[in-house]
């Protein structure tokens, strides 16, 4: 016979469970509120429940309450010791201030296994906007190797090498990442981004087109599809994307305009009012 103490525990663990797994489905879904909710109905009675603190500061986290995220992180940090909660307290840590923290934080996490190739991504990301674009890329060319299916790897190394006017390793990484997801817009993006800059402009405008099918609001694609266009000779076609993009974006239209004003390429535009009106046509 089963005592009444151990039918209620019972319940209270299937209880406690089920707020897990609603947080986990709200973060999953985008509504941090709710899963802020959830673990906190959970840490009322278990304050010390490590996947419960794991859950409310990710849920504060993406509420932008970066500074209440950090303690409860810390102390999930503490007691799963995995390489995804590490990553994000060095999210939260960078947030508020704390960059040496968080790059501490970042470099334990890509030490941890199994690998998070997220802990790889912002460790890079961090390193790169601190100035230290060789470690950064050297970080991101190991996280490649121990995750080789994380797109967003080799798509952060692409965009650290046209940075630098690196177009070969940058051509290189953007292929590394195509080669993963096909038809991913941003690798699309940028690899035509990189061509465009070493003037090659017909394969960079395919897959220009490609991003675009993936995303056809981006505007900034609409614009470099629009010089690729100009450059090749097609000014129609050119003008209707450049109309596109500062229809998406206004503040596109004094980029546009100087784009068409300089150019040597198809129509020569006399003044920059002439390159207005065209612009404002249709």
């Known amino acids: ?106 470099r334990r996490a890509t030490k941890r296994r199994p690998t998070d190739a997220e802990a790889f991504h912002q460790l890079g990301y961090l390193l790169f906007t601190l100035g230290h674009s060789d470690e950064a890329a050297t970080m991101l060319e190991h996280g490649r190797q121990l995750a080789p299916g994380a797109v967003a790897l080799p798509m952060l190394l692409g965009a650290i090498h046209h940075s630098r006017r690196r177009y070969a390793e940058a051509r290189e990484a953007y292929g590394q990442a195509l080669a993963i997801a096909p ?54 076609e050119a003008l209707d994307h450049f109309r596109t993009a500062i229809r998406g974006d206004r503040k596109l239209f004094g980029t546009v305009l100087t784009l068409l004003s300089s150019s040597g390429h198809g129509c020569f535009w006399l003044r920059p009012s002439t390159a207005a009106r065209v612009l404002r046509e249709r």
């Not at 394969?203 to 995303?215: D, F, K, M, W, Y």
């Not at 900034?220 to 010089?227: I, M, N, R, S, T």
Request: charged share 25%; hydrophobic share 50%; glycine share 8%.
């Open 1 to 106: 016979m089963v005592k009444a103490s151990g039918i209620s525990g019972a319940l209270r663990s299937a209880d406690i469970e089920a707020e897990l797994q609603w947080a986990i489905g709200a973060i999953n879904h985008n509504r941090p509120a709710d899963a802020e909710r959830f673990a906190r109905n959970v840490l009322a009675r278990i304050p010390q429940h490590a996947k419960a603190l794991h859950l409310f500061g990710l849920a504060l986290l993406q509420q932008g309450r970066a500074a209440d995220a950090v303690a409860p992180l810390e102390r999930a940090a503490r007691a799963l010791q995995e390489a995804a909660v590490e990553t994000q307290l060095g999210i939260a840590l960078h947030k508020v201030g704390r960059t040496d923290d968080a790059l501490a934080r970042l």
């Open 183 to 236: 038809d991913d817009a941003g690798a699309h993006y940028g690899m035509g981004a990189v061509m465009i800059d070493d003037a090659d402009y017909a394969p960079a405008a395919e897959h220009l087109r490609r991003a675009l099918t993936g995303n056809p609001a981006d505007a900034q694609a609409h614009v470099k599809l629009g010089v690729c266009l100009m450059e090749l000779g097609h000014e129609d």
